[in-house]
């Protein structure tokens, strides 16, 4: 049981850190970039099919919304002093729940 807490502790120590959050920030900058110029070179659908609508594409923005509501509570946010803080994570997470609304419910 003790060993299960320990990873249990590594994997929130992991997903909640500001280096995953960096690193990811930079993945999907890097992503979109891409997807740019493939959109350009190529057409729309093919960077829908091999950026915008892949499955990596959304797992990053999962991670996103993970790491954004486990720093809420890692930092203590939900303080008075705090606010500006947590509005903006709480606005990151508001967009990100939006893209995947537009993503599974809209239409073209």
């Known amino acids: 049981m003790p060993k299960t807490k320990g990873m ?5 120590k992991t997903l909640f850190s500001t280096k995953l959050m960096a690193d990811i920030f930079i993945l999907f900058a890097a992503a979109m ?3 740019t110029f493939v959109e350009r070179i190529y057409s729309t659908e093919t960077a829908r099919i ?7 594409f959304e797992a990053i923005m999962v991670f996103f919304v993970i790491n954004f509501t486990g720093n809420i509570f890692r ?19 508001l ?3 939006g893209a995947f609304v537009t993503r599974y419910i809209s239409f073209e």
């Open 8 to 12: 249990l502790e590594l994997l929130k």
């Open 33 to 35: 970039g891409i997807g």
């Open 50 to 56: 091999y950026i915008y609508n892949a499955t990596w």
């Open 75 to 93: 930092y203590k946010l939900l303080q008075w002093k705090k606010w500006p803080v947590l509005i903006l994570h709480l606005s990151w997470i």
């Open 95 to 97: 967009i990100i729940i």
